[in-house]
């Protein structure tokens, strides 16, 4: 799937003008994306390039965090910061024992390290305007698109369950770099953003109860560990190895 700007919206995202009821609706909806993203969702799935063919068979949960995105004004003026903890978990309401403290405190703490070696440019996002900025800075030009994996069903959710892969495309983009935000655990939608030089596919896939998936995959040279995620760093040396990018990650490439 295509997102032109500035036409690309998140589907959950808000246009309030009061911070105080946004505010609201991001505490109710902490439990349930704070669940979502403990689970394996089908973006911590890591396999071989030579597995992705027509008719070979993996099983994946396709899955929605439900975090909302907040507008740029909104979400600059929450603090986002390690040394501001106290003041996020009151101003979202969080208890400080809870799990979702302790995700908020990992993500900070992953935003806040030095850049991942390889690495040409990384950034966490905490609005899709902010998004948007970073990775046109990184691919030198505010004439972009996003690309993102795209689902049959209209909630963008399912059961774990068996998928078999139907077509395998490859995404031709101009230059080699783009850029790829994945969504990260955070009572609102956060975005871990970082350039990258893999190659992309599109494949579609079936799933056991009738879902069709249009799946955004990347493919990796090397098993260098990327931003926020290590996983790469355990794969076999010198093997291409892929992963599929959930609903809530973006891939930004040049028009």
């Known amino acids: 799937m295509h997102c032109p700007v500035p036409t690309c919206k998140h589907p959950m ?26 689970e394996a ?12 063919y027509p ?14 995105t907040l507008p740029r004004g909104h979400a600059d003026s929450i603090p986002f910061s390690s ?4 003041e996020i978990l009151s101003r979202l309401s969080v208890p400080a024992d809870s799990p979702a403290a302790a995700d908020i405190r990992y993500t900070l703490a992953e935003c806040e390290a030095p850049p991942t070696p390889g690495v040409v440019a990384q950034s966490c996002a905490t609005s899709f ?39 395998v495309r490859p995404l031709p983009v101009a230059g080699r770099d783009k850029v790829a935000c994945h969504g990260v ?30 799946a955004l995959t990347a493919c990796h040279l090397d098993a260098s560990p990327i931003f926020f995620d290590e996983k790469l760093s355990a794969a076999p040396v010198g093997v291409p190895m892929c992963h599929f990018l959930s609903q809530d990650s973006k891939l930004w490439v040049r028009n």
């Open 13 to 38: 995202a808000m246009s309030l003008s009061l911070a105080a009821p946004l505010l609201l609706l991001v505490a109710a909806v902490i439990p349930s994306a704070y669940a979502a993203h403990r």
């Open 83 to 86: 040394a501001k903890i106290p």
């Open 185 to 214: 655990p955070y009572p609102y939608a956060v975005f871990a953003c970082h350039t990258t030089t893999a190659a992309l596919y599109m494949v579609t896939l079936a799933g056991a109860d009738g879902t069709k998936a249009d």
């Open 129 to 167: 305007e902010s998004m948007f900025d970073f990775a046109a800075s990184s691919l030198g030009t505010r004439d972009i698109r996003a690309m993102m994996t795209k689902l049959s069903n209209q909630d963008g959710a399912t059961p774990r369950q068996a998928y078999t892969v139907e077509l």
């Open 41 to 52: 969702s089908v973006g911590s799935v890591l396999f071989a390039k030579s597995d992705l």
């Open 55 to 68: 008719g070979s068979k993996m099983t994946l949960h396709f899955s929605r965090t439900g975090a909302v």
